[in-house]
């Protein structure tokens, strides 16, 4: 049984754009696709990315706050552990969240 067939949660494709933000870390990315429960990315590059992590989504204006769960070759899957628009007033843990959003363009 691969991975993908023990998912609980369908995934649905997203193909938006996304930036992956940690300390000392700001990488554009793709996000490939999406469920209740999390998420996959595509890199620019193999990257040794931290466990926590927050990705930044730039149509939707908001923070994904993730945890690593796999990542192979320019790829990485990421379990949600919260959420937060990016819009307004923000809390101060996703401030460099926010600063990514804001440089690329969002609103």
Same mark, same amino acid.
């Given at each position: 049984? &691969?991975? /993908? =067939?023990? %998912?609980?949660?369908?995934?649905?494709? !997203?193909?938006?754009?996304? #930036?992956?933000?940690?300390? $000392?870390?700001?990488?554009?990315?793709? #996000? @490939? =696709? !999406? &469920?209740?429960? $999390?998420?996959? !990315?595509?890199? =620019?590059?193999? +990257? @040794? +990315?931290?466990?926590? !992590? /927050? #990705?930044?989504?730039?149509?939707? *204006?908001?923070?994904?706050? @993730?945890?690593?769960?796999?990542?192979? *070759? /320019?790829?990485?899957?990421?379990?949600?552990?919260?959420?937060?628009?990016?819009?307004? +007033?923000?809390?101060?843990? +996703?401030?460099? @969240? %926010?600063?990514?959003?804001?440089?690329?363009? $969002?609103?």
């Amino acid at each position: 049984m &691969s991975f /993908q =067939d023990r %998912r609980l949660e369908p995934r649905s494709p !997203v193909n938006a754009r996304g #930036i992956v933000v940690a300390p $000392g870390l700001e990488m554009p990315c793709l #996000i @490939a =696709d !999406v &469920s209740a429960t $999390g998420l996959k !990315v595509r890199l =620019d590059r193999n +990257l @040794a +990315l931290p466990k926590q !992590v /927050q #990705i930044v989504d730039l149509t939707q *204006g908001i923070a994904i706050e @993730a945890e690593l769960a796999w990542s192979k *070759g /320019q790829e990485a899957g990421f379990k949600r552990t919260g959420q937060a628009s990016l819009r307004g +007033l923000t809390p101060s843990r +996703l401030a460099d @969240a %926010r600063a990514a959003y804001l440089r690329a363009g $969002g609103r």
